[in-house]
């Protein structure tokens, strides 16, 4: 399979300041072909959290050890809940050290920073499995919590969209995973799963939520909004990808939010 | 759709605070505590400063998503703001939150885990110190609030409509403000009107109210004459106050009566807000 991913900020910020995150497993160019197990996951972390980008960056390297270590973790709740509450705990010493750093920088944590600070920062979180038999059948399963979505197409049909299934479902207050919170109970009742076939031809698209509304408001429409994103995943064009997402803000097609999406491409 | 454009750095917003300064907000407030009308309305506009502040908080510092003016009225009419901001009217939140007159430490209680509470201190920023002094002129305070509203929209015509909260005794000593109040809420950015919130505190011993839809349980005429000068709540702002319990109609007002009227931050959206699960 081809795997390939394009990161674009909001409009009016810095990719500097962008918090979704995207993170595939075994890292490789877009036009080089894997035959091993593949590992993708994707992060959004909440504007109003603060150092939401790096928890998100921490939560998708966590859940995809989890899975690389367990394979079971994207097919049972319980064990994706376990993988979030360990990345938790790796955030406490991420946050000492970074407090450290800022002492020792000369810019002390601000009045304004503690609260947020104390609160934890907050992020949905996706992450997907991809393992292709010997005669081109692929098992695939994700796992996720929040509103980040994993699409799976076929020729010109939409077999499946997952967690959310239409575009009404978005809202600006998703699941999210906060840093601190252990109640391992609490958050495999927020977590879904699924798992299941795939063959040769098919691709899928793991996206944040903007661009996931609009993918499903376009698929609603009758259009086939995977082969739009297909053109920029495949060419590796992000200059491009910025172009069409800044007219598609403007027309109103899509909230302005930063974007991310990981194409799976089965070839 | 009104009330929906996108509050960013590119696009910001305002806020207007309106702070009565007279010599009657030396009274004490009603409803058994001790502390004078001007402390509580100090209090009121320090924590929402602050939690504005923290609010457009990220690592870099404050953004920029609102530029804030804070105006006393009293001996006189002008920026309340004390320490290095004194005398400055619209300033940008990033500078409001750097530069506070001065943080105090302050013991709060907080849960403790276990059932009981525990007291734990905090940091507290303030940026206006109480003061009581002189006559109401609200009538010059809307006056004044309506030239920074009209030149902000003017400036930033696809804003989110500048906010103006006013926190008073209710006692207007230079005429009705009632047509000061429609004044402000005329000027429309292409997101709509100006709003005009407020905060009621008084010496009357009635039943706190917050956000009602009607005057039928206010105290008096002052506290009704600033409902009838309050916009309604937008629709979105309607829907975070009933999620922090407040039963919100079509009808419901920016006003508030001898209660914390610091949740009205939480009306504000600039993003995916930071929500536990449930």
Redesign the interface.
């Known amino acids: 399979m081809f795997t390939s991913s394009l990161r674009t900020p909001k409009?009016?910020n810095s990719l500097r300041?962008c918090e979704d995150v995207a993170h595939v497993l075994p890292a490789s160019a877009p036009e080089t072909w894997l035959a091993e197990p593949v590992f993708a996951a994707v992060a959004?972390g909440?504007?109003?959290?603060?150092?939401?980008g790096d928890w998100a960056d921490l939560l998708t390297r966590s859940v995809i050890d989890a899975t690389r270590d367990d394979e079971c973790v994207l097919r049972d709740v319980d064990r994706f809940a376990t993988a979030l509450v360990d990345a938790g705990e790796a955030w406490r010493g991420w946050l000492a050290d970074y407090v450290a750093t800022r002492e020792a920088d000369g810019r002390p944590i601000?009045?304004?920073?503690?609260?947020?600070l104390d609160?934890g920062?907050?992020a949905t979180v996706l992450a997907a499995r991809f393992d292709t038999d010997s005669t081109s059948a692929t098992r695939w399963d994700v796992a996720a919590l929040g509103d980040s979505c994993l699409f799976h197409t076929r020729d010109d049909r939409l077999l499946r969209a997952f967690p959310l299934e239409s575009a009404e479902a978005f809202d600006?207050?998703?699941?999210?995973v906060?840093a601190f919170?252990r109640?391992h109970a609490?958050?495999a009742?927020?977590v879904r799963t699924l798992s299941g076939s795939a063959e040769q031809g098919d691709q899928f698209f793991l996206c944040t939520?903007a661009l996931a509304a609009w993918f499903l408001g376009a698929a609603a429409r009758g259009d086939q909004p995977w082969h739009v994103l297909s053109e920029f995943t495949r060419s590796g064009d992000p200059d491009g990808f910025e172009v069409w997402l800044k007219k598609a803000r403007e027309e109103g097609l899509m909230r302005?939010?930063d974007v991310t999406v990981v194409h799976v491409d089965l070839g | 759709m009104t009330y929906a454009a996108?509050i960013?750095?590119?696009n910001p917003s305002c806020f207007v605070f309106l702070v009565d300064q007279s010599a009657s907000m030396s009274d004490p407030i009603g409803g058994g505590a001790q502390q004078r009308k001007a402390d509580v309305v100090a209090d009121a506009i320090n924590r929402l400063l602050?939690e504005l502040?923290?609010?457009c908080?990220?690592?870099e510092?404050?953004r920029d998503y609102f530029h804030i003016a804070v105006i006393g009225y009293g001996h006189t009419v002008g920026s309340a703001f004390t320490g290095p901001l004194a005398g400055r009217d619209l300033v940008p939140l990033s500078q409001v939150?750097e530069k506070p007159a001065r943080?105090e430490k302050r013991v709060k209680k907080v849960p403790d885990g276990a059932g009981g509470l525990v007291e734990t201190t905090t940091?507290f920023?303030v940026w206006v110190d109480p003061v009581a002094n002189g006559a109401t002129p609200m009538c010059r305070a809307l006056s004044r609030a309506e030239s920074l509203v009209s030149d902000w929209v003017a400036r930033h015509p696809d804003c989110f409509p500048p906010i103006v909260l006013n926190l008073t005794d209710g006692e207007s000593t230079d005429g009705d403000p009632a047509s000061a109040a429609w004044a402000v809420q005329t000027h429309v950015s292409a997101d709509g009107a100006a709003l005009l919130f407020n905060l009621h505190v008084s010496a009357a011993k009635a039943v706190p109210v917050m956000f009602p839809d009607t005057d039928v349980a206010l105290p008096d005429t002052y506290s009704r004459t600033l409902f009838g000068m309050s916009s309604l709540l937008p629709p979105h702002m309607r829907f975070y106050a009933m999620q922090q319990g407040v039963t919100a109609t079509d009808l419901t007002r920016g006003f508030v009566y001898n209660a914390d009227i610091t949740s009205l931050v939480q009306f504000l959206?600039?993003?995916?807000?930071?929500?536990?699960?449930?």
């Open positions: 409009q009016g300041e959004d909440a504007s109003e959290s603060l150092l939401a601000a009045w304004y920073e503690q609260p947020k609160r920062p907050h600006n207050s998703p699941g999210l906060n919170n109640d609490l958050l009742r927020h939520d302005n939010d | 996108e960013s750095r590119a602050a502040s923290v609010k908080a990220k690592e510092g404050v939150a943080v940091r920023p959206d600039i993003g995916t807000r930071a929500t536990d699960l449930r």
